[in-house]
């Protein structure tokens, strides 16, 4: 049936609009998580060169705004987009919590959000609505990943010994949670020691280091990501944490970012995990992204490049497989069974939305740091790769 | 100065000894007093007067956060927004404006979301909008009343969420109350105050409320313990209290203490280990010392010590051979001086005692012989002065051997000297088929006494010629070597073995019927007095080669 389905949308109807497809995309573009926001950017222009060259599909006229991070201005942007500029799409936004008040918003708007970066499963969850969707594997993904890696790689008899530390937002809960669920149903045998919560943006980890330390647990799931991932682990490394506990971070801590702002600090055998990897898979696909980016910008790209990427390409397919932007219910069909051949994707898989959930579905691979000087001014990248297929349909609560 | 005579004085094992325990003692001493210091620091960081004042810092800087937020809400239920809002109620959905307003008092980190609440306490509005879906507010939760507000809390982590606080404020407008503001608050925001208080592993901060509720500085369920410090209350029934982690202090101390213990332990075993091999080894080195000392004292000369230890023992060791090698020479020298004595007194006895007498009966027998008509007693005078010469010439070899003659050294060419010596020994060579080779530099000169060179010569001739009674060669040469005067006498002849050739030197040994046993021994003798040296290397069946050491130039006589 879904077969039958995806057929039907790829005889889809010549593109029945000519004027451009206008989106609005929220990234912070300075601040903390700056670098998403211009990594994405770039990418957007990647894709909107590259959809250009390919017949058939829509042109995109796409509106970068600065949210910083931030909540209020984040709606007020939203709102600017939608009822002064009337885009077809708004798309972006890093931050989990921006990104529900956003997505609430998007709801009372009716307007479609293509949620790019960030990665809490409440918005695919409990505050999912018919306008949301969401192209970059979510953190319940991550998670899922990380419970197979560590009941692949420790099975022993004592029960494991397990510690999170995350920020403190949605984003932060749902891992733990997510975490806590898969182990569960891999069968791991495990005790939670302690759950800790900095706020989110935080720049002295040391009391929280000091009581992890304390707590001394087999395993220490972290949920950090950006700048705050790397303060963290620059602050471990220092009060020797890495030497009595595993590091696992299995949804933003292999990002390229991470690995090349710690650069000769990023300590080896921390087990990571990012959205998309520079080094894997290694596919021509993913070189010539890879490859793309770097002569852009003279740099290796972040996660939130693919995502934009994504976001960028799936907006086009949608809106090529619709017919156009005025038919909202094709739109929202071609959406659901969206299925995209995308940078992160290994030889024989695509990455492909779940319908009812509105989050596509990635592979996820996991690895552990090692030296390579490859991808200068990374001094280590992930290898050692365990790679998990995500399930046939995203695992609601 | 009593002590420098006596520890010079003192055996070196015990110097070893005293050594080891300083060297034990000093590393005790030094890691003694780091203790000390680390145990009085320790004191020092947990005593009471010293955090007082940084205890009360920290509460007086978390009522001021507590003050902040209260202020910030109460700035809300003042607005005239938030009246109207509340006295329209669920009718009417909440106007953009102020909905931002909200959202931007929501965003500090510090807020998880501001709720406006019904005069019922049913909940109308939050913001951000997913707030007002957190957890409700357990019915046991703690209550204060301060200030015009209600703060509802802590509320500890639970079901894998942070923990959290509420401050709650009433709205009214002419008295009449229209509903609630409240303000969820992250608890880790207040706790993570006390931070500065915490040490690891020796004391922790804890935020107590009404003595039964204690939340750790990370906003977590903290242990109870031994209360170091009481601040002020920072709220009614609130206050900050430090807690010795009186487990975590403990075991690092024992520890600690237990880890210095052992390393001292096995520091002095360590040492008593190096002392006892030194010791050994000192002996292994010390104890063939004393074994040769022993054997010099019995009169061993011959048995020399290992000299390969280490340093300044091998260097004793060497030092002890060469003093036994230089005494053995020194008493030998003596002895033979002393024997000397002893021969020439017997020897001036002897010429005199017996060579008169027989010079007498000599001169009797031949006077006998001459008017002797028997043939017969002829033969048996002619044997009776045979027999006389012979013994006068072994007299004259052993006068020679005890009293030689001091040499008077002249240039001697030896080209001469071997010519005379072939001269004399052309009969007798013939008569026992020996054949003698001359070789070397024959135009050689040197310092010697030409009778003394001529005597050594004919000795070692003779001698060669003895041992060839069947034949052989004789070859003579001399050559310079290294300033020497290098002169050899080789034979064909049976050759000596071992034990003959130890005592060959010997005066009277001798392995011929007829033989006096003195030749070799006189020759020596010369050769000696000439400042030469006399090797003989000879083996049974092959020959016998006497090398004889003259040095080139003119050189005193040894005394």
Known sequence: MRALLILLLMACPALAQSAPVKVGCLFPLSGSGGLYGRDSTVAIDMAVDWLATQEGYPELQVDVQDSRSKTLRSLQIARRFVEEDSVDFLCGVVSSSVALTVSEYARKSQTFFIGTDHASPTLVGAARHPWYFRVNNDARQSMRAGAKYIAEHYKRGAPLRVAFIGPDYDYGYQSWDDIRRFLDEEGVAYTPVSAYWPKLFDTDYSLYINALMQDAPDILVNAHWGLDLVAFVRQADQLGLFQNMQFMNFDAGGNYEILADLGEDMPEGLILSARHHVNWPDTRHNAQFVKEFYARTGRYPSYAAAGAWSGMIAIATAVRQAGGTRDTAALRLALKHLQLKLPEDPEGFSSRMDPTSHQMLQVQAIGRTLPNPDFAPATMMLGDISVYPPPDIWPAD | ?559
């Not at chain 2, 030469?532 to 050189?555: C, E, Q, W, Y």
């Open chain 2, 1 to 559: 100065m009593v002590f420098a005579k006596s520890w010079s004085r003192g055996s070196l094992a015990r110097r070893y000894m005293v050594a080891a325990l300083i060297a034990a003692l000093v590393p005790l001493l030094i890691i003694s007093v780091l203790y000390d210091r680390y145990a009085a620091d320790l004191l020092h960081r947990v005593s009471a007067s010293r955090v007082e004042g940084e205890t009360e810092a920290v509460a007086a800087r978390m009522s001021s956060f507590l003050s902040g937020q209260m202020n910030r809400l109460e700035n809300i239920a003042d607005l005239p927004a938030t009246a109207a809002f509340l006295r329209a109620g669920a009718e009417q959905p909440i106007d953009d404006a102020y909905f931002d307003f909200l959202l931007l008092e929501a965003e500090s980190p510090e807020v998880y979301g501001i709720e406006l609440l019904a005069d019922d306490e049913h909940l109308l509005a939050a913001a951000p909008s997913g707030a007002g879906k957190r957890e409700s507010i357990p019915v046991m939760a703690p209550f204060v009343r301060h200030g015009g507000a209600d703060i509802i809390g802590p509320i500890l982590p639970e079901n894998g969420r942070p923990g959290w606080f509420l401050i709650r404020m009433p709205v009214t407008v002419d008295n009449q109350p229209l509903g609630f503001v409240m303000m969820r608050l992250r608890l880790a925001s207040l706790t993570e105050q006390m931070a500065p208080l915490s040490l690891p592993g020796i004391r922790s901060p804890q935020l107590v409320v009404f003595d039964r509720l204690g939340v750790a500085a990370t906003g977590t369920l903290a242990a109870a313990g031994e209360v170091l410090q009481s601040s002020a209350p920072i709220l009614p029934g609130w206050r900050v209290q430090l807690v010795a982690e009186t487990g975590r202090l403990d075991a690092p101390r024992q520890n600690l203490r237990l880890t210095l213990l052992l390393l001292a332990a096995l520091l002095a075993a360590a040492m008593g280990a190096l002392f006892v091999q030194m010791s050994r080894r000192l002996s292994g080195y010390l104890r063939p010392l004393r074994d040769g000392a022993d054997a010099v004292s019995r009169g061993d000369f011959a048995t020399p010590v290992p000299d390969n230890g280490p340093g300044e023992l091998g260097s004793l060791a060497q030092a002890f051979n060469h003093m036994r090698r230089q005494l053995r020479e020194m008493i030998n020298s003596r002895v033979d001086m002393e024997r000397r004595g002893a021969l020439g007194d017997m020897a001036a006895g002897i010429a005199h005692e017996v060579r008169n007498p027989l010079a007498t009966v000599s001169t009797t027998i031949y006077g006998m012989k001459k008017s002797e008509p028997d043939p017969d007693r002829i033969v048996m005078y002619d044997a009776i002065t045979d027999e006389i010469e012979r013994v006068d010439r072994t007299i004259e070899a052993f006068l020679k051997y005890a009293r030689p003659a001091a040499p008077v050294k002249s240039r001697v060419a030896v080209r001469e000297v071997f010519r005379s010596l072939r001269t004399l020994t052309a009969a007798r060579l013939m008569e026992r088929n020996v054949t003698m080779n001359l070789a070397g530099e024959s135009r050689l000169e040197f310092e010697i006494d030409p009778t003394h060179l001529r005597q050594i010569l004919l000795n070692l001739v003779l001698n060669a010629v003895e041992a060839m009674p069947d034949g052989g060669v004789i070859s003579l040469t001399v050559l310079r070597q290294n300033g020497e005067v290098v002169l050899t006498v080789a034979d064909t002849g049976a050759g000596m073995d071992a034990p003959t050739l130890q005592k060959v030197l010997r005066p009277f040994f001798t392995t011929r019927a007829g033989g006096s046993g003195l030749g070799l021994a006189v020759t020596a003798e010369l050769v000696r007095n000439n400042a030469g040296t006399m090797n003989i290397d000879s083996r049974p069946g092959k020959g016998t080669v006497v090398t004889l050491t003259f040095p080139a130039h003119k050189s005193e006589a040894p005394e």
